[in-house]
């Protein structure tokens, strides 16, 4: 039997715990990871050949932006999430055994609340609900839809058991209408549905004018009929207490889904959620939650913590790894790990996508290398839009944070796709300015011949000479010189061109090695911090430091 992409067949395995034992519906599972499969399962899988820095600039660009969507560190705030999920999953299920009759049970009494019209009502009382609900909360750029989808990305979607001829949801995420309806969301719910089965709920339910009421209790139905073992809802801070009914009426729809049908549900929002689990925690029935998980950004180790052993160490550490720049450094200096904080606040997101920028301008401008004035640079050009929260967090006010927590953070396609243009369409422009040194009339006189037609190795020699020997001339007197030069050459007679100076200007200097002086000059802001990076690098004796160890 061919399945459907996504489904795979019931392979059933002992859990080794009596309470999961004789549960297909569990023991269909994937195993229980232990910390270094899971660390090993979610790490990214990102191949980096050392022969990859000599591509050319826009395949380069390709490589590097591979890090926006395949970056993935592992740390310890996502191996508490993925144990709770595992649980969760897990136990929502006890109450459901396929083969005792259990999940009939709560399909038998979904049917009846469907046909009633009332939450409350019920065949089977003997039913037991074993689901959890799990309040994740994270300010935008944490990395919550990230890593909720690595995590869930370990389970198969689907699960067919050919013994009960049983089709098992094992997990279904939808997000929030952006309207914030508590309709609208049970529609989401639906068309999910429908695109993972090819079922036809819409058309059943959607275009049919139901009240919410029977929307959740089909929609509560459904959840039971196909046993789905977690329901997580992201963008939870877009319901709105309004357009919902109440807060109250919001709360009862998650109690409902949690404490009657037995689904398990995990609430994905920003900060500005936080009424809604509030209410929830101030209820008499908190009992039915497993707690809540709050992602702050990464914080900065102090002067005392080893780098390599905090969350910030670790993350920042793999993250250097993948560069292609011919100049990058091995080993991450302070300076830049000072300055990659103080510009994204330990938000993940932020501090990925400023790597990634940060490299394809290195690669643009011929820098090819990352360092603090760099960063500062992309992050004032291309983060305008998060500088708000980055000062809200820099500046630890909890109202100002407050303020933020929903900003969106950038999407960085659109300025990848800027520099790449840039780079491609202005490639001979570049390698211009690099010939010509930064010679303006030079490079412009270069454009006009290539323009013209006479695009050939010949123009670099030619260029440079006549501005040599004929630098006094305007650029319309040296057009039919360079002319009758190149005819000339190209007809075979002799044009001496003399051998050109090896100097370089001082735009030029960010591309020089990093221990170059004039390299050294060019990152620094003035005399007093170019002093201090030469002191750094051990290139001028700090003559107060040294006089204070004789004493």
């Known amino acids: 039997m061919t399945l459907p992409k996504g489904m795979v067949n019931a392979a059933y395995r002992d859990t080794g715990i009596d309470r999961y034992q004789g549960n297909p519906l569990i023991e269909a599972l994937p195993p229980i990871l232990d910390r270094k499969q899971l660390r090993d399962g979610l790490s990214s899988n990102i191949e980096i050949r050392p022969t990859d820095i000599y591509l050319d600039g826009q395949t380069r660009i390709h490589v590097i932006s591979q890090l926006l969507d395949s970056f993935f560190q592992p740390l310890s705030r996502h191996i508490e999430l993925e144990s709770k999920i595992s649980i969760m999953l897990r136990q929502g299920y006890v109450g459901r055994n396929l083969a005792t009759?259990?999940?009939?049970?709560?399909?038998?009494?979904?049917?009846?609340r469907v046909m009633q019209g009332n939450l409350g009502v019920?065949?089977?009382?003997?039913?037991?609900?074993?689901?959890k609900s799990l309040a994740f909360i994270g300010c935008s750029g944490s990395g919550k839809t990230s890593s909720l989808n690595r995590i869930?990305?370990?389970?198969?979607?689907?699960?067919?058991?050919?013994?009960?001829?049983?089709?098992?949801?094992?997990?279904?995420?939808?997000?929030?209408?952006?309207?914030?309806s508590l309709k609208s969301l049970c529609h989401n719910f639906f068309r999910e549905i429908d695109a993972i089965l090819a079922t036809n709920y819409v058309r059943r339910y959607v275009e049919k004018r139901h009240s919410v009421e029977t929307l959740i209790a089909v929609m509560a139905h459904i959840a039971n009929t196909h046993a789905i073992g977690l329901l997580v809802i992201d963008e939870i801070?877009?319901?709105?207490?309004?357009?919902?009914?109440?807060?109250?009426?919001?709360?009862?729809?998650?109690?409902?889904?949690?404490?009657?049908?037995?689904?398990?549900v995990v609430m994905v929002g920003t900060p500005k959620a936080r009424p809604i689990f509030e209410l929830d925690l101030r209820s008499a029935r908190r009992g039915a939650g497993f707690g809540s998980i709050?992602?702050?950004?990464?914080?900065?180790?102090?002067?005392?913590?080893?780098?390599?052993?905090t969350e910030w160490g670790a993350f920042t550490d793999r993250l250097?790894?993948?560069?292609?720049?011919?100049?990058?450094?091995?080993?991450?200096?302070?300076?830049v790990r000072d300055t990659w904080y103080e510009l994204s606040q330990g938000i993940m997101d932020i501090v990925i996508k400023?790597?990634?920028?940060?490299?394809?301008?290195?690669?643009?401008?011929?820098?090819?290398r990352i360092t603090p004035t760099l960063m500062k640079k992309v992050y004032q050009d291309e983060l305008k839009p998060i500088h708000p929260?980055?000062?809200?967090?820099s500046s630890g006010d909890i109202e100002r944070i407050a303020q933020y927590s929903d900003l969106t953070i950038p999407e960085v396609d659109k300025k990848i796709i800027e520099l790449s243009n840039l780079l491609q369409s202005k490639q001979e422009n570049i390698n211009a300015a690099v010939k010509y040194r930064g010679n303006e009339q030079a490079i412009r006189l270069h454009n006009m011949l290539v323009d013209m037609g006479y695009e050939s190795s010949l123009l670099e020699p030619l260029i440079n000479r006549a501005f040599e020997e004929h630098s006094g001339l305007a650029v319309r007197d040296l057009m039919p010189l360079i002319l009758n030069w190149y005819q000339n050459k190209e007809s075979g007679a002799s044009v001496s061109v003399k051998p050109k100076k090896k100097t370089i200007k001082k735009n030029e200097w960010h591309t020089l090695e990093s221990r170059d002086l004039r390299f050294l000059f060019s990152q620094s802001a003035n005399e007093e911090y170019f002093q201090e990076s030469l002191k750094k690098e051990n290139i001028i004796l700090d003559a107060e430091h040294w006089v204070d160890q004789m004493r």
């Not at 019920?122 to 689901?131: G, I, K, L, N, P």
């Not at 929260?389 to 967090?393: R, T, Y």
């Open 101 to 112: 009759g259990e999940l009939n049970a709560h399909i038998q009494n979904g049917y009846e």
């Open 122 to 131: 019920f065949r089977f009382d003997h039913v037991e609900s074993t689901a």
């Open 152 to 180: 869930l990305a370990t389970y198969p979607q689907l699960i067919y058991h050919e013994k009960y001829n049983f089709t098992q949801i094992v997990f279904l995420k939808i997000d929030c209408p952006h309207d914030g």
């Open 237 to 264: 801070q877009h319901l709105s207490v309004k357009h919902s009914g109440g807060a109250e009426r919001m709360l009862n729809f998650f109690v409902t889904l949690v404490n009657e049908i037995s689904v398990p």
């Open 294 to 309: 709050l992602w702050e950004p990464l914080n900065k180790p102090s002067a005392d913590q080893e780098i390599s052993r």
């Open 320 to 335: 250097w790894k993948y560069q292609w720049l011919t100049k990058a450094s091995i080993e991450i200096s302070q300076d």
């Open 354 to 368: 400023l790597f990634v920028l940060s490299q394809i301008r290195a690669v643009v401008t011929g820098i090819e």
């Open 389 to 393: 929260m980055i000062e809200a967090l």
